[in-house]
């Protein structure tokens, strides 16, 4: 057995998102010099069982063998009908087993991919299941980052409080490129609001669902955002206001001054 090929593939279905239960069956399968071979693994989602099929094959000019790709079959437990997707292995850009559910949840992943020059760059990724290949895979829409789609400032938009702290804030943004549906705090009207957002790259802002995960309307948000400006806005400028009519009021004598005082507190 190629002892270094076994510790590259391993290595490789771990940070693939298929940990370290593989590992045993791997080297069997490795030991048997059969031209391919499988492994399966299943996890749960919430209420939703994710199976995958992860391909291997042999090279016909050495003992090497390729982890090609893997096959994801999703099923909720509220549904009778099954999603299948396949994704293709390659040299470090790698969708996770975990980005393959949240594609196939049909949110956006944050990736950086690799194309046929070889060259490197970073896109968001979304499947459109409208459309779909001669092999039953839906599309991968991709927005570049020329796109425009700028997920900081698009969050900056919105009264969340985990973008008041840097560790919070950098924490938050990589979970929502990762495709989850991220739990998170917005402040509206000096009030707490537990909420849950997801990338919406296509459209260039987030979408928000409320505690009990139903769509909030956009407009609603920004009207809240709004109101919750205006509300600073407001405190600031009676702030300002009142430093202002310090600074302008005429010098009081400090016999009338100190019964102004005892007055107003009255």
Known sequence: MNEKNFEYLRDQ??????????????KKK??????????????????????????????????????????????????KESLEQTFYINKGSNITMKEAYNLMEGRAVNKDLTNKEGQLYNAWIQMDFKEADS??????NQY????GYNLEATLSKHPIKELETPKHKEDLIDSVKKGNKQFVTFLKEGNEVKQFIEANPQFKTI????GNMQRIDNRQSKVEKQSEGETKSAKQSTKKQSQNDDAEAPEIPQEKKRRKKQSNSI
Request: proline share 1%; net charge negative; hydrophobic share 30%.
């Open 13 to 26: 279905v771990k940070y693939s998102g298929f940990g370290e239960g593989l590992e045993a069956e791997l």
């Open 207 to 210: 979408t928000i669902y409320d």
């Open 135 to 140: 092999n039953g895979n839906f599309k991968l």
């Open 30 to 79: 490795i030991q048997e010099q059969q031209p391919s071979f499988t492994l399966n693994h299943q996890t749960k989602y919430g209420d939703t069982i994710a199976n995958a099929t992860l391909n291997f094959k042999k090279s016909d000019q050495s003992d090497m063998y390729f982890f090609n790709s893997y096959k994801m079959n999703v099923l909720k437990d509220s549904s």
């Open 144 to 147: 570049h980052q020329n796109y």
